[in-house]
């Protein structure tokens, strides 16, 4: 069977992988950041917790949607850091006209 003589960038160690591939695992794009979807934000009793919609967004340009799961105590921290970045940017702290809770009714985050 052939085989290929491979190193990595910038040097190291060589090794040898068998040219027909079998060996080779698609390398996963990392993600970069993390924005928050404008829809509402869910609280569940039972778990306490808060889910808060987001889009992850990777180094390939590729995005996919996912839930931010948050405690009690994780929202109180982000609602301070929030009201601190507001307070730095100048904006005026709170919701959108006319809107303090989500839909079905729970305070808005």
């Known amino acids: 069977m052939a085989t ?3 190193c990595p960038p910038g040097g190291g160690d060589a090794w040898a ?3 027909d591939g079998t060996t080779l695992r698609p ?7 993390i924005t928050p979807i404008k829809r509402d934000a869910a609280y569940d009793h039972r778990a306490r917790q808060g889910a808060v ?13 996912a839930v931010l799961i948050v405690t009690a105590d994780q929202m109180a921290f982000y609602a301070h850091e929030a009201a601190r970045l507001m307070k730095q940017s100048g904006s005026p702290p709170g919701l959108p006209a006319g809107r303090t809770t989500t ?7």
């Open 4 to 6: 290929y003589r491979l």
């Open 27 to 33: 390398v996963v794009a990392q993600a970069t950041h």
């Open 17 to 19: 992988a068998p040219a």
């Open 103 to 109: 839909s079905e009714g729970t305070p808005c985050l």
């Open 53 to 65: 919609p987001v889009q992850v967004h990777y180094e390939d340009g590729g995005t996919s949607e």
